[in-house]
């Protein structure tokens, strides 16, 4: 019992409960925005899981500090990893929202299924036009 | 200079290149003539060093495999042929029809030029993977030269493409297999390494080789895209391709079932079942090829299609008596390669001159032509009867041998079947001949004239070929021997003009002679005996009371063997055709699943599916 | 081989001449037969000559052209050619040359002379005919090849004066039609409709001057097509007799077997009505055929 | 001069770029160019170099290779940095509203992707692959238009979700081995045989998939591709695709070699054949057709890396070549036919010069000799009949029928091309733009050189693991080799 309550493993099933979670909102939601937060929410899982990775029960934070180097530390690779990881994770989730919006502005809409048929209907066709104009009017008011 | 390989190949492609350049100008088309017969001048000379193979110097190494080239009797003969109607269908295009007659004389000779050198690249292969690139080579040639004329050519060009690319394909399959197997790509290494395969490796190689190059021959059941493609190119285009092109099938195929795998282990090859041996197999499909597309053609109201569907049909004559395996059969097979190309050529040269001059190959709206264009009505009947098969033509002696080689080797079925495929050529000819040049001249034709010279000169000179071939079958013997002894096969016994054999024999030169003789005879007995007759015109004819005016369409040829067809329309099968479009229709459906598949709105599912899938697969 | 030139002219001049004369004969017995059977007369001896005279006599000789007369000789050549290879006592040269299979082939010549010089006249009528002759023809060579091709696996061998020795060498029982019945009979029914006789005349069509073949020919035109049919009744009982009935020993015998032979489908055209053309083509590639290819296998079981 | 320049020029500049704007508003134009420009020199320098003197390994900021980041200067990494920055050169997008922002990007994706090129060390490969892909996504998005932008979003997420998985990936192979160093991954082929490493596989295939524009994780291509200017689905196309499959390369010949979660990208490249193909087949529009056809090359190169082995490797780098010098060309040619295909009735007269390359290419693309994608395809289905053991024949088969389709759908395009159609242009100008004439003049040099192209390549595959494949160099079909000695294999 206590065994499997340990801290590795409540990191493990964190980090794959924070995965399922996100996988689910990115598979199964329409609205991009959460789409997008459900990618994020992946990143902090994978991220974890990293973290989760290097972790050694009751070893020392890596710090390089001569006094401290007594006890086992924990790896430093992977929180190095992750600090990059986080820092790409923000960069694309931003770049994402700023496309979200830039989409919203233009079409009003950030529903998957209307942009996909946008985006997949023949140059000039009715229907992109049609989305044009109603997107258009939703910028001016 | 010395003749080799080498100059050929530097002038089959200084032609291609020269057309390219200079195809526009008027005398591009005796240029090429030129060209095509110093070709042919330089494969005469080559001759002698055939039977130790004449090399080219030309070689690449790519990927580790080195590319070399070189000519052997069997490649040597049909490079003959093809540099023959090369020639021929580029003097015919000399002249006005390629001034005035065709939308781009420059296509029609550069795309010329492109199919002569990748043949002779392709009969030049000493290697598997030079015969692969040679024969894609033609594929590609072939299909430039049909598109050329646009139109209806195009659909049928692009249904020859995805056949041609599927057979290609298959070639390419078995080849690379037996590059992994064999490890060496010659033909020699190749053949020896061939006995020790497993029966199963066999079939497969034989069912994709089989399949690739029986495509190009148009084989049952892959003989559904030639007509179109054939009869829709522009008169010599068509007379080339139809005289030449898809007996480059027939080299592979000879190549994969005489020298790669025997006709001994053929035998041995037992069909699952039936019992039948795969010898049997292939001369029975070559049968049916024969007897299938000869009765389609019986059908068809339009001249070249007509042409284009015999031309598949005579391809089993010369599978059927290779594989018959004795001196005379492979003799006769081969001889009738030699001699269909001939024939062939005129028909379409014929045809072209018609549609030149009528703008119509409709056998519905021609007739009475032999007034108009006697020259070209000659050549006609000496084609027609060649490709009939009855004497005095060429046609007649090569069918005669694959008769007789069935016959001697005991296969009556075989031989009653291929007399069937002849005589339902004897109808559809005569359709064709009755409904273009004979019969009621149409207003509309009454002015036209002769062809030019540069038109005539090719179909007579060609025609006279069949001709005397047909009466000294010795001298297309002689070119048919360097082939036969180079796949293996004993040289056959035979004098100018035919064969002494212990179970028969035939003399063409007596044959004919006593037909000239008799015609003679019948020549006097007709003309001076008797009053002398009073020639009428068309119209004066009997009507059964009527009068007969310019107006009134008096010639029969809608519908020429009504009664015939109404009996045997309902066995035309369908199936092969269904079938074809059954599988057009699935990739339909396909593409349409596949393109949907990529413009799914929640992109994520599939990634996911794949991962989840890809983990439980591998975990 | 030898060439006797001599030997060769006269059998040149020689056979196609003996071939006609017999050819008028038979004409005439065919319709002495026909008379009898309808309770007439008949015409006299000279008849069949007579017609032909007369025709090419005739003061009107329409032509249609040049390739009508043409054609009139190149029917009339590969006439003497087909008699002139034909194995008949005493005159066999020739035939040496070729074969059973040559022999075929040169059958269809006048054929194709006779419906190119029929079309050349541009009339709807001839060709129809035509087109049923040529029909028709496609009829009733499947069942006679496969006959020929029994033939030639019988005595192995596609030359006529070959399978003529053989035949003789064993008497009686080696004569085809006592070794291959079933042969003979398919050959003796696609005889009938290579003759174009009943029930198989619908493309000769001789009782309808307004459709046919025959509908443009006219005096010596039509004399040839006259001497065209003597030669036509000569060959195929020649080559009848020399498949199934052991050839000629000598003229007597030769000429008593062809007479038998051809009196044989004269007879029975009295007797029948007539096909249509798909009806013959149905009929000569069910009965004939079936018959023909049982005989075929039992001659390759042996 | 040291490759590490490769990777800080471009980035340096890039950020300096927003700053050097300020001071002269014509410096967004001639920058980027420029910069990429010296870079590449400065790659054909260092990859001249390695002509010379051989691959070198390079540790960067003087840490030894297991803990410090690994850079390895070798054939492939130069060479794909030389194509890097000479295709980014060449195809320098024209239609964007703002210069200076396109030209960050770019030389952001340039310094990225000389990175990954170079990288060999698995984290470090992350790193810069995430950093070509925000460029891209920006690049997708670069001229403005609203399905562009879509289009950049739907693959953005696409990207950023695979690239969680990839990092995974990562994760479970460190913590596995506790390394992230190719070369000493290399070395522990055993720990990563077990259901981790097979899984760790399976998740980096996926992760790096997406840029590499593999089935399933590529339904962003058609719609990127669409809506881009042609210069950007060129680029994207020709290299970027090809630096996806360069993680994965290096991937398999240095670490996975022989691990059978290799089937799994086996399966997943032949899928994306037959769909790509197919989706092709049933396209109504051009863009979309060499969108998918793009899918379906790709899906190619995945089986022969998947194969591995030298032949494996060498038929994949083959096809990526003959991909990369085609498709740009083929994209730019077919500028000049936007929209449906029905409206392509009779326009190759106009045109007569661009048709027919647009013909000679898509016939390298089929797979015809003498041309270069002859030699790929042939070099392919070598190393399924030596490597693959059993459903050999049915790999084959949908191969080439996903072939027989390919030719299909390119020869209805030719077919409408060189048809009648009721208006063929005016004029009579060759219609092939200066750069796409680049691209078909390499694509020519390179047929004729397929020969010695093919010895670079086996130099290549030679330079990317040393120990391994020097060894087994018996992997290449040799044709004097004897007949029984391979007659077991299959």
Partial sequence: MNELLSIGNLLYGGAAGLIVIGLFAVVARRHLIRVLLGVAVIEAGVNLMLVAAGFRPGAAAPIFDPQAISGPMVDPIPQALVLTAIVIGVAVLALGLTLAIRIHRQYGTLDTVALTRIVNAPAGSPESRAMMQRGGGGHES | ?619 | MDFDWQHMLIELLVMPTLAFVVGLVMVLMARRLRARIERRVGPPFWQPLWDILKLYSKRTQVSHGHMHEISIIVLLGGMIAMEVFLPVPGFDTFAHHGDALTLIYLMMVPTLGMALGVSACANPNGSIGIARALTAMLAYDVPFIITVAGAAMLYGTTSLPEIIAIQQQQGLEGWGAVQMPLLALAALISMQAMLGKEPFEIYVAPAEIATGPMTEMSGKFLGSMFIMQCFQLYTVSVLYTTLFLGGGENWATFLIKIFVVVAIPMTLTNIFPRYKTEAVVAWLWKWPTAIALVGLFVVMMR | MNPEILIALPLLAAFLLPAARRIDASVGIWWGPLVVLANLVIAAMAWWKVQLIGPQSIALGGFAAPLGIELRADHLGLSAAVLLNLAVLLLWPRETPDKARVSTILLVLTGAGCGLAMSADLFNLYVFFELVAVATYGLAAANGKGEALIASLRYLILGALGSALALLGIALVYAKTGTLNLTELGGMSEALSGPAGIGALVLMVVGFGVKAELFPLNNWVPEVYAHTESRVSALMAGIISKLGILVLLRLIAEVFGGSPGLEFLLWVGVLGVVTGELAAYGAKDMRRVLAYSSIGQMGLVAVALALGGETGFIAALILMLNHLLVKPALFLIADAWPGSLKALAGKGRARPLGAVLFVLLALSLIGVPPLPGFWGKYLLLDAIFTNVTEGAGLLVGLILAATVVEAAYFFRIAARLFGSGEAAEESKIPGLPAVAALFVIAFLALSVQTGRVGDYLKEVVHGLQPQELRMAQSDFPDPAASVNGKGERL
Avoid: C
């Fill in chain 2, 1 to 619: 200079m010395i003749p080799s390989l080498d100059l050929l190949l530097a002038l089959a492609f200084g032609n291609l290149g020269l057309m390219l350049l200079a195809g526009r100008n008027p005398t591009a088309g005796l240029l090429s003539m030129i060209l095509y017969a110093l070709q042919g001048w330089v494969l005469v000379m080559l001759m002698p060093a055939l039977a130790e193979g004449a090399a080219s110097g030309l070689a690449f190494q790519v990927f580790g495999w080195s590319l070399s080239w070189e000519l052997n009797g069997l490649g040597w003969f049909f490079a003959i042929i093809t540099v023959g109607a090369a020639f021929f269908s580029a003097w015919f295009a000399a002249g006005a029809w390629g001034v005035q007659g065709t939308r781009s004389p420059w296509a029609f000779h550069v795309t010329l030029a492109a199919n002569v050198a990748a043949m002779l690249l392709l009969l030049a292969s000493r290697d598997l993977l030079t015969l692969f690139i040679g024969w894609e080579l033609v594929t590609w040639a072939g299909y430039a030269m049909m598109i050329q004329s646009g139109g209806p050519a195009t659909r049928a060009a692009y249904k020859y493409l995805i056949y041609g690319v599927a057979g290609g394909l298959a070639v390419l399959a078995a080849v690379v297999l037996i590059q992994v197997q064999a490890g060496g790509l010659g033909f020699a290494a190749v053949a020896a390494w061939m006995p020790g395969i497993s029966t199963g490796m066999l079939w497969a190689l034989m069912l994709l080789l089989g399949v690739g190059f029986g495509i190009k021959m148009a084989f049952l059941p892959f003989h559904r895209w030639q007509a179109e493609a054939y009869g829709e190119s522009p008169g010599p285009a068509a007379a080339f391709l139809g005289a030449i092109s898809s007996r480059m099938g027939l080299f592979g195929l000879l190549i994969l079932l005489v020298h790669f795998i025997g006709l001994a282990r053929l035998d041995e090859l037992l069909l699952p079942l039936i019992g039948l041996d795969a010898r049997i197999l292939w001369m029975w499909l070559s049968a049916l090829t024969i007897i299938i597309p000869t009765f389609i053609a019986l059908k068809q109201n339009d001249a070249r299609m007509l042409l284009a569907w015999h031309g598949i049909g005579q391809g089993g004559y010369m599978l059927l008596g290779v594989l018959v395996g004795s001196e005379l059969g492979v003799a006769g097979g081969l001889l009738h390669v030699f001699n269909y190309a001939t024939y062939q050529a005129v028909l379409f040269l014929v045809m072209g001159a018609v549609v030149y001059r009528t703008g119509t190959a409709h056998l519905d709206r021609l007739g009475g032509l032999i007034t108009r264009m006697p020259l070209s009505y000659v050549a006609m009947l000496f084609a027609i009867i060649g490709l009939a098969g009855l004497p005095p033509m060429n046609g007649f002696v090569s069918k005669w041998m694959v008769y007789k080689a069935l016959l001697d080797e005991g296969l009556p079925l075989l031989f009653v079947a291929a007399v069937i495929g002849t005589l339902g050529t004897i109808l559809s000819v005569f359709k064709l001949i009755h409904n273009v040049f004979l019969g009621q001249l149409r207003v509309e034709h009454e002015q036209i004239r002769e062809v030019p010279f540069s038109m005539w000169g090719p179909m007579i000179a060609l025609s006279l070929i069949v001709f005397i071939t047909g009466y000294m079958p010795g001298l297309a013997l002689d070119l048919v021997m360097v082939a036969q002894t180079s796949l293996g096969f004993a040289a056959l016994d035979y004098h100018l003009g035919g064969f002494v054999t212990d179970t028969g024999n035939l003399n063409m030169l007596a044959v004919v002679s006593v037909l000239l003789l008799g015609m003679g005879i019948g020549a006097g007995i007709f003309l001076l005996g008797g009053n002398k007759s009073k020639r009428v015109h068309q119209l004066d004819n009997y009507a059964g009371g009527h009068f007969l005016t310019t107006e009134v369409r008096y010639h029969y040829s809608h519908h020429f063997y009504a009664g015939l067809l109404r009996l045997i329309g309902p066995w035309y099968i369908t199936l092969i055709k269904r079938l074809e479009g059954g599988i057009a229709a699935l990739t339909d459906t396909l593409a349409a699943g596949s393109d949907g598949l990529y413009r799914t709105a929640y992109t994520p599912i599939l990634m996911l599916a794949a991962t989840v899938l890809g983990l439980a697969l591998v975990l």
